[in-house]
């Protein structure tokens, strides 16, 4: 339990005990400092929490004061959140060498200086200087060839499925073949779309190409010719996710669907997983016909993106610093991935661990017995994804593990393991 | 026209004529920059957008050279896009006065610095801290008094309505009795909900108590004890959208819905006018019951809204800036339209002009004999609310326009008139 949770939950006791009275006054920041041995930051952390969940009032000047409790009691049932992973093994978090953090805070603070620009609100579909630089981008990256109109920036993925939604007819089938992205399925569904995870006769088929499963199969070459021709025939759309098509380091990435294309394809990228998780910036290409309905429909839809990082991002990447980052962080990440399986092997000999084949992730695979909490007691947050026969597996991607904390990580694993 | 506009049409010209052949090598930025005597940074951003656009390659240390336009064909019918707007009297832009950059740069500079919590995703809600900021603020200001686990974060109020609208159920119906806010009717009609403007009957009811019209019409507090009242009788839930709450200058703030009801009401609260418009960050109180159903639902969110503006808004409101950020936004705003409508009267005595009532907006009543593409032609970007009886009102926010250019975007709006 962190510092600030502990004073937390004390001062919280003697409020409920009735040892400190409605409207007493509760000892200063200072003295339960001194009190308890933890720092003022702490205790004002945990005042803080205690104000915003109805304890206690602050009053300016005088100190803060137990409340009438009128506010309080609604919050009981509420959990303060809190989380006590120790190990993210999901590829959630981004490893601190991986990112150049002053070089972006040189290209944020360049970005804040342009108070004239952040006076006004972002163009609907984001701002064109940052479009432009996505459309050169794309282009040399994924043969992408499309005009800045037609690109729309968005807050994430999320945020512009919202708005592909709005411009698509509902009444249509939407295929989800790679089954692994629920919230894209969950968005259409809630869009009264008839989603379901086979292949044919669907009017939009959502694919992953780079990335169709979280143990990183690629569509082949072939397959995707196949998608294309069918796709054009059928007169379906083709919504292509090409997610993590960056960090493919075992095969030279495969051609865009988009570029094998040639009309129905919506491309869709992001910039979260290249840069920092934090940094919320995607993209998507309309066709011509999409890009016509959005612009007779373009008054409902706001920019989601905030403007300073869309101008950063402009920069950042005409600059010819996406490029550079995307060499390091595979660089990076292969590197760690192979040295955390060895550690595996070495450790946990019974489990049978594969490296994905075309991503940096570790397929790991052993008995189960009893329950998966194991790995939530012992600090882990992890992806199971079968357990099926006794079996469970689990992918692993060890990039925000520091090298030196993974002999650590990988003990708590084994424990987990022959707990389970 | 803008300059760097003309550059890129010369040279587009010149490719489209032959003049300039497939592969041949475009003049250097710094020669062309001789050449039209325009700056190199001009050039920069011409030959930026001819690349984007397809009508020109880069190549490495090598300069520009004319693409085989295999790509370019397709943009043809595309626009650039490009406004021409001189004045916005929307009340989309900020003044710059009005912003203290300085200050906000601090704090986006601290933000930056924490990059160990950059280096992961927000929680799906958002920032927990943030989320506590919020809770005091609007607690202390608007007498909201909640947990901020009931709080969620977003990139604007639009797609905090996309998650309301996937934890509704859709075949309620939901009513708009403001009828001003089409976005939002959009998006529950993209959900299949059924929606109208009549305020009875309805499962769902859709408000703006403190800015019910483009007027700034307030909800009295009569008829939101009504609400509250009728909402509470029939089950039906209230959202209460306070938009634009802190702009109230006229009247005190009438208290929020939610601090009128006990349960049934979500409230939803933005930052983006109070601070910037390119700030995306709005944020909604659910009730108990639909804060469950979230985090039921949790896994299928991402937090739109970007993690360093987050801490670095957190911070900003804890250490009180918001609350002087109101008051000098209110009465720099309040002096700005009371000199603009005396510019009004004086130039155009003919138009009949009042200031809303409650809001720092101009309503202008004026005859029109033709159309209205007249404001735009004088470079003016206004709302026309009506114009029926040969009669146009318009609603004019000239907080966006500089005091030493006031009397220009008047003479503009005489002549608009005149010729109309």
Known sequence: MKKYTQIYNIIKEMILSGELAVHDKVPSVRKAAQIYGVSVTTVQTAYFDLCADGYIIAREKRGYFVSDMQSAQQYEEDDVEESNTEFDLTGGTADAESFDFTLWQRYMKSALR????????????????????????????????????????????????????????SRSSVSFPDKSFVQGMGIFSDYGFDVHTRDKDANIIYVSPSHMTRWGDVMPIKRRLELVEYSRKHGSLVIEDDYENEFLYNVKPTPSLFALGKGNIVYMGSFSAMLLPGIRISFMVLTKELTQMYDKKSFRFAQTAGKTEQIALCNYIRDGHIKSQTRKIRRLYT??????????????????TKIGENTLQIIFTSDFKKNLSEFEKHGLKVFVEKHENNKIELVISPSGIPYERMNDAVNRLKMSIENL
């Not at 040295?339 to 049978?352: G, N, R, S, T």
């Open 114 to 169: 342009q108070t004239d620009r952040l006076l006004t609100y972002s163009q609907p579909k984001g701002e064109y200087d940052l479009r432009c630089a996505i459309a050169q981008y794309i282009k040399e990256k994924r043969n992408v060839i499309t005009s800045p109109n037609r690109i729309i920036i968005g807050a994430g993925v999320q945020p512009l499925l919202h708005i592909l939604c709005s411009l698509l007819d």
């Open 335 to 352: 590197a760690k991935t192979k040295a955390f399986a060895c550690l595996i092997k070495k450790e946990i000999p019974d489990a049978v």
